[in-house]
């Protein structure tokens, strides 16, 4: 129904009359216009808060570990993020049915058919943040950065694999100079060690970033298999098996400091921030899902990483190096490419 | 009469037909295909020959650097070079006068009109080897390396201005991404230094890119203002003015050298060797300007540099850093780039 390819319809979001206020005398063209630019509106929206919400989230990191380690169990702090996403879920969704009662699109009873798929995702997620502590067996953590990159091309690929969605060759380009920008703006004078990385961690490296890009592109199909589905619905469900796969994780791995010291041990006022804070990007995340896709995800959070450096020169008197100032040039050249692109095929 | 636009030649060069050899029975549109495809064969060759002959170049360089400092004067170095130059071109010249007989377009004797051009690329090298000596005030030998890939941009913006000759966007943008890759694949562990070079510097290094580019993009202009008119004529003029400023430049900077110790002091098999290369490759410069443009010199001479450094790994055990694979991936998108930007726009 409301359903289409994003693809489609940026092209005329931008063309289109200011007059959005008096649509109810125009033709159905006017109507469709304004329509579209209402999508792109909220495509940007979303886009902005992704890149502005992820940005802090780095700057938090940074703050918290200035202000000594972490305390708390990680575990813990990941099922209170998944806790809160549900909740806000919820609480948009009681607003929704207050005003407008509960529709089929509303309602948050489901069929099996429909929320089978929903645990997936979350169960992608935990594998992978399970074989996060093996790989430190071979790459130490700046290396580690680095190799996160590979997420870049690996989103790319299953993008294009899965849900059959064509990038024009100029926008493929992009996308490489995108991962080669982010990973030569994280560059300093250890990063070389990265090549020495064993065959056994580079194989470890690639699974994790099939596995994180498999889990974005699975996010996608699910938020966009039913496009008039309510997005508060669809993150209840999506959150709901987070907080059951966390529950999962806080067994595995912290049971014992738990159990000993407490759930909440180590919680500190930063703590709550970025519980906060990861919990709102969670849920632009799905709304980037829902309204744009995972290029734009990848996009938004690369320059999110850049823009954290440049904020960190104010907040924490680093210094940008000649490396970042050159990966920060061709991400840019990046994100130009990627729109002409769009434009031009 | 042979002139035209670099880039409409290329169009169809691929695109002919392979039947070059019974070209006498054909219509004219397969002459003026088969004329085309041996442009463009023609343009290639000069452009690998050029990759090749600065590759080798700077090998040669660093195993002159390895067996010792240089001990000859670079200066009467730089004149042998232009007088080889001089005489090949001559030699070349001969040999037309003998098959062909001496013709408007291959006869040496010239108009003032047509020479008083041909001093200015010369003077203008004069000048940015003069000034070389005063950025060391400024900056260290690696930084200049690095602030000499500002050529790069400047090569672009004066061939846009002077020769009024047009890039699409997407050939700005991977001229961008050629000089970003270029510094990148030469970042070492010391180039942030060259963030902290003084204002003055950076007016010398910026001056000093404009001079060269401005040198390149006149002898395309010159090569390019008859184009009937032979190439080893061309050459010829163009190496006698070079023999002459590189007199001044001894007469200025090793006058003394030269009258204590002689002409010829400290050369060695390898400075003959040297001395060879940089003519042929003085030559193959020559060629890319008359029958393709400084924007290929530009990409040749950056791909020499790549290719110069992977070579240099299995004579020098010299070690690849991440930084070089990621700028040359940069490179080989920008080249890419430049191709399909140039077919489509």
Not at 1 to 15: A, H, L, P, Q, V
Not at 186 to 194: A, E, G, K, T, Y
Request: glycine residues 6%; aromatic residues 12%.
């Amino acid at each position: 129904m409301e359903y289409r390819k994003i693809k489609d319809e940026d092209k005329d979001g931008t063309s289109v009359t200011d007059d959005i206020e008096s649509l109810g005398g125009k033709p159905l063209s006017a109507n469709i216009a304004a329509s579209e630019r209402s999508r792109w509106m909220r495509k940007t929206t979303v886009t902005f808060a992704l890149t502005l919400l992820t940005s802090s989230q780095a700057i938090l990191i940074v703050w918290s570990k200035r202000a000594g380690k972490y305390e708390y169990s990680v575990t813990t702090a990941n099922f209170m993020v998944e806790t809160l996403k549900c909740a806000l879920s919820l609480l948009a969704l009681v607003r929704i049915w207050r005003n407008e009662g509960v529709t089929e699109d509303t309602r948050l009873s489901t069929t099996f058919d429909e929320v089978s798929v929903y645990p997936i995702p979350a169960a992608l997620y935990l594998v992978k943040n399970l074989l996060q502590y093996y790989i430190f067996a071979y790459v130490d953590a700046p290396g580690y950065q680095i190799l996160k990159n590979l997420n870049i091309i690996s989103t790319g690929v299953l993008y294009r694999i899965i849900l059959k969605k064509k990038l024009s060759e100029i926008q493929w380009a992009a996308f490489v100079l995108l991962c080669a920008g982010c990973t030569t703006a994280q560059l300093n004078s250890n990063s070389d060690h990265v090549l020495q990385t064993p065959f056994q961690g580079w194989i470890m490296a690639i699974v994790m970033a099939l596995l994180s890009g498999f889990a974005g592109v699975y996010t996608e199909a699910i938020m966009k298999k039913r496009p008039s589905r309510n997005i508060n619905v669809q993150n209840f469900w999506l959150y709901v098996f987070g907080m059951v796969f966390n529950a999962v994780a806080i067994l595995i791995q912290d049971f014992d400091a738990v159990m000993n010291k407490g759930f909440f041990h180590g919680y500190s006022f930063i703590t709550v921030l970025m519980i906060l804070n990861h919990a709102l990007s969670g849920i632009a995340v799905s709304m980037v899902m829902k309204y744009a896709d995972n290029i734009v995800k990848v996009y938004s959070t690369s320059v999110a990483m850049l823009l954290t450096a440049v904020v960190s020169v104010f907040l924490f008197g680093f210094h940008l190096s000649l490396a970042f100032f050159l990966g920060s040039t061709v991400v840019s050249v990046s994100v130009y490419l990627h729109s002409v692109g769009k434009l031009q095929w």
